[in-house]
């Protein structure tokens, strides 16, 4: 990744957690990771005291040699929960949630437009309600898995600029 991908992903990441930690209105807890490989995380005990988290990193990215390579992020909660390490000081939970995961890929344009509608996912998860779900900012598909839930999906931008790359 290109240095300029990495300060529009740090800059993204930072905004989104805070902006997603003050809607939460639960304490959400930001970890920093500048000086390791991981990426920094946000993550809140839900109200059945399972630890959740979400994390926003780039899928691809322009680097020295694809400097044309499509700028695409994806955005992922709770995914790979059982192969990640986190740091539960200050927060009381019963271990992770394994129960639900999601990841959306999107454009680093798309990414603040779709917090609210993240917020309402969450809590509609945590809540087992459907009708907190807001309607998402953009369009977006499911990518259909060959076994389990729905729950990865692309924006419509994302998924046309990266067929796009494969294509020419």
């Known amino acids: 990744m290109n240095p300029e991908a990495k300060q529009i992903v740090s800059e993204l990441r930072r905004e989104f957690y805070s902006l997603f930690a003050a809607t939460m209105n639960v304490p959400v807890k930001i970890t920093g990771a500048s000086y390791s490989s991981n990426s920094p995380i946000a993550s809140w005990v839900d109200n059945k005291q399972r630890l959740n988290y979400v994390n926003v990193y780039a899928?691809?990215?322009?680097?020295?040699?694809?400097?044309?390579?499509?700028?695409?992020?994806?955005?992922?909660?709770?995914?790979?929960?059982?192969?990640?390490?986190?740091?539960?000081?200050?927060?009381?939970?019963?271990?992770?949630?394994?129960?639900?995961?999601?990841?959306?890929?999107?454009?680093?344009g798309e990414i603040l437009d779709f917090l609210p509608w993240i917020v309402s996912l969450v809590k509609a998860y945590d809540k087992n309600s459907l009708s907190l779900l807001q309607p998402p900012p953009h369009p977006f598909e499911f990518i259909v898995p060959t076994v389990g839930l729905l729950n990865e999906a692309w924006t419509e931008k994302a998924w046309m600029l990266t067929n796009s790359t494969i294509l020419n």
């Open 59 to 108: 899928y691809t990215a322009p680097d020295e040699l694809i400097p044309l390579r499509p700028f695409i992020l994806r955005l992922a909660i709770n995914k790979s929960a059982g192969r990640i390490a986190i740091v539960t000081k200050g927060q009381e939970c019963r271990g992770m949630n394994r129960v639900w995961d999601f990841e959306l890929t999107l454009l680093p």
